[in-house]
């Protein structure tokens, strides 16, 4: 389905055909005046610049040329050369009424759809989330299901850190605590336990102790360097430990992640890469980019304009694979195995060096030089005082505590609002973990990604203004007036030309949902959905204002009304479900 705007640049095409001016002009755009007209062509402009005439006679020509149609109501020509348009009330009806039962909202799937893979979350083994994973994890989310919905053949891949220096500290910490396993020993050659030696609250302790201690003991940080580079060249023992490592960390790694609404289609990590890093090295080395430096393998990166860029290091002395090694490696394995045609890193904007190094050898060692690679980085969330988010004991913010606290301000919330003398306390507490959540999630997504923004837990769970409680109550309330509506007997019907301006400004408003969803997928930038969502409550707050729907004497009217409420529903459902916000039944 075209959108409002490419149905009036079709039909004034055909009087740009007529008066064989040129068709590039004859594009219709919304109004920036929406209190004079819905739509505008502003063509005249330099088309008279081209045919030296005043535009204003200029513009009245094309108006002149329109083809017959039942789509533009009233069309005028104003100084200096505007041509302003309206719409049809038929018309718009007929148009809403295609949207309704719609699962697509009248966006066609791309007739041209890409192998993608959609990077996203990158948390880390053995330590835990925090805060900027959670906005990796929650803006990746949504680009992910907008390239689905776009009809992209998209993957979301973890890529978690599974291949750092935290895995031979833990290997270490392990070490010190139990040295006895057959892990450690390397003449032992039987089968290694199917259990793992310890719990996901041993490595909870093991790894912040041991980290903390390696910042002031040099021998041990050498130690855990060392066991890092033993895993990696392939000991048998340290192998068997670190899956058990990446195992117990996984299994709790899901459940953070399905609080968050959160699934992967591929559950791979950075070791994944692993068995992609000698061809890698070896296509790298014979393309003849590399260079030795200090025993090191390293890439001179192309300039950033006049601006030189450090090299990108391939191989450390000691034969360690480093952050870049594992990236290349991993660009080559979705290249060669998956036939990635796109891939999108939504990984914080700091990292953008690196993106920059990595992407620059990828292409120019042919590892892939035809895929086309986005950094869609994303800013930092910082507190009240606009600095990076900590606890209030000055650490780093744990996922899991980010989202009890959603959970548990959505239940003040919602007590302090009285729902604790309708619900009982469960139902209480079900709501409140989408509520809270979303409210996050919905605070972090409304942002452009490459914004900062405060983390503001009390005004992310608001009732009311630009919020994701706000949006969720909106279609929650509408679901409720409609059921009540069946309830009574009233059915929902056709939808007949609107008689308000608000049912008109409703009907233009729904009409958006095409163009916010497909820019959304362009910039790779949720936040558009995020403004279209909000725009539309609004417009439908004011139709619900204006047009009482269940006192309406006039059925056929209110059959419409009911209609046109189902259709707002199910949109916010649609984009709900874009930007991965779960909505509960009752609010
Ligand atoms: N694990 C990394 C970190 O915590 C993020 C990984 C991002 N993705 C990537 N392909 N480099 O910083």
Redesign the pocket.
């Given at each position: 389905m075209y959108t409002f705007e490419q149905q009036l640049t079709s039909l004034f095409e055909q009087s740009f055909d007529k008066l064989n001016f040129d068709k590039k002009f004859a594009r219709v755009v919304v109004s920036n005046r929406p209190e004079l007209c819905q739509f505008q062509c502003n063509a005249a402009m330099p088309l008279a610049k081209i045919a030296k005439k005043a535009p204003i006679e200029i513009a009245k020509e094309i108006i002149l040329n329109l083809p017959e149609n039942n789509v533009i109501k009233s069309v005028e020509a104003v100084m200096p050369g505007f041509i302003n348009v309206n719409l049809t009330e038929e018309f718009l009806a007929s148009s809403t009424q295609t949207l309704v039962d719609d699962k697509r909202q009248g966006l066609a799937k791309t007739e041209k759809p890409k192998k993608a893979i959609i990077?996203y979350c990158?948390a880390?083994i053995a330590k835990s989330m925090h805060v900027g994973?959670l906005r990796a994890t929650i803006i990746g989310e949504s680009i992910k299901r907008i390239s689905k919905f776009i009809g992209d053949d998209a993957l979301g891949d973890i890529?978690?850190?599974d291949w750092g220096t935290q895995m031979g500290m833990v290997i270490t910490a392990v070490k010190e605590e139990q040295p006895n396993l057959p892990y450690f020993d390397e003449s032992y050659t039987g089968e290694y336990p199917t259990q793992a030696p310890f719990t996901i609250k041993d490595l909870e302790r093991l790894y912040p102790d041991i980290s903390g201690r390696c910042k002031e003991d040099e021998d041990l940080a050498a130690a855990c360097r060392q066991a890092t580079v033993e895993l990696q060249q392939g000991r048998v023992g340290y192998r068997a430990l670190w899956k058990h490592i990446v195992e117990v960390s996984v299994i709790e790694l899901k459940k953070d992640l399905a609080d968050l609404n959160v699934d992967f289609d591929l559950w791979l990590g950075e070791a994944s890469s692993d068995a992609f890093v000698p061809a890698t090295v070896e296509q790298v080395k014979a393309s003849g980019v590399s260079r030795v430096s200090e025993g090191a393998t390293i890439v001179d990166v192309t300039a950033q304009g006049k601006h030189e860029v450090a090299p990108l290091m391939l191989l450390k002395s000691d034969g360690a694979v480093v952050?870049a090694t594992t990236?290349l490696a991993?660009i080559k394995e979705r290249v060669d195995e998956f036939k990635a045609e796109e891939i999108v890193?939504v990984?914080?904007g700091r990292?953008s060096l690196h993106f920059y190094q990595v992407f620059d050898v990828a292409k120019r060692s042919g590892i892939a030089p035809e895929t086309n690679m986005i950094h869609a980085g994303f800013g930092t969330v910082n507190g009240k005082d606009g600095k990076p988010f900590k606890t209030r004991s000055g650490g780093v913010l744990k996922l899991r505590d980010l989202i009890e606290m959603g959970k548990e301000a959505a239940y003040n919330k919602m007590n302090e609002a009285g729902r604790g003398e309708v619900f009982a306390e469960e139902e209480m507490r079900e709501i409140a973990q989408k509520v809270g959540v979303s409210a996050i999630k919905f605070a972090d997504l409304m942002n452009h990604r490459s914004a900062n923004y405060i983390f503001d837990i009390d005004k992310f769970v608001q009732f009311e203004g630009k919020t994701g409680p706000y949006l969720l109550y909106t279609d929650v309330r509408i679901r409720s007036m409609l059921s009540k509506a069946s309830e009574a007997g009233l059915q929902a019907g056709q939808i007949i030309a609107p008689s308000t301006e608000s049912e008109i400004n409703l009907m233009l408003t729904l009409d958006k949902f095409k163009t916010a969803v497909q820019k959304a997928y362009d910039d790779k930038a949720p936040n558009i959905i995020c403004d279209h969502a909000f725009a539309l409550t609004q417009a439908y707050a004011r139709f619900y204002n204006d047009c009482h729907i269940l006192n309406e004497e006039d059925k056929a009217k209110q059959a419409s009304w009911l209609s046109l409420s189902a259709v707002v529903a199910q949109q916010l459902e649609l984009m709900f479900d874009l930007l991965g916000l779960q909505v509960p039944t009752k609010m």
């Open positions: 990077d990158g880390n994973h890529h978690y850190g952050y990236d991993t890193y990984v914080d990292q």
